[in-house]
């Protein structure tokens, strides 16, 4: 059993930045990755980065590409996922998941 909790949503303006943070508990071991997904009013939930615990390798969406960064710092079980140069397009509740596990999510809106 894995437990996570996200944190760090908020309002912004566009071209603002915003640090998402993902801690895990529980049988935190055994996690082979996690990932950031997000899911926009209307649409389907959609996988937005991910990161290898083991070995750091990371994959983004083409639509994050070169604006958000995923990290991680295993001495805290947490995943961060840092949101640069924020768009309007960027409002959803992110999620962070690994297998099954999913956390309750945080509301992140990109407004001026």
């Known amino acids: 059993q894995v437990h996570l909790v996200e944190s760090g949503g908020g309002l912004v303006h566009p071209g603002g930045s915003l640090r998402l943070s993902c801690a895990a508990s529980?049988?935190?071991?055994?996690?082979?990755?996690i990932a950031w997904f997000r899911q926009a009013p209307g649409k389907e939930r959609e996988v937005v980065s991910c990161?290898?615990?083991?070995?750091?390798?990371?994959h983004y969406a083409d639509s994050v590409e070169g604006r958000f960064v995923i990290s991680r710092d295993n001495g805290r079980n947490t995943v961060y996922l840092q949101m640069n140069s924020l768009e309007v397009e960027d409002t959803a509740v992110y999620y962070c998941n690994t297998e099954q596990f999913w956390g309750q999510g945080t509301q992140v809106t990109v407004s001026s």
């Open positions: 529980g049988f935190t071991s055994d996690i082979y990755a």
């Open positions: 990161i290898n615990n083991i070995d750091g390798t990371t």
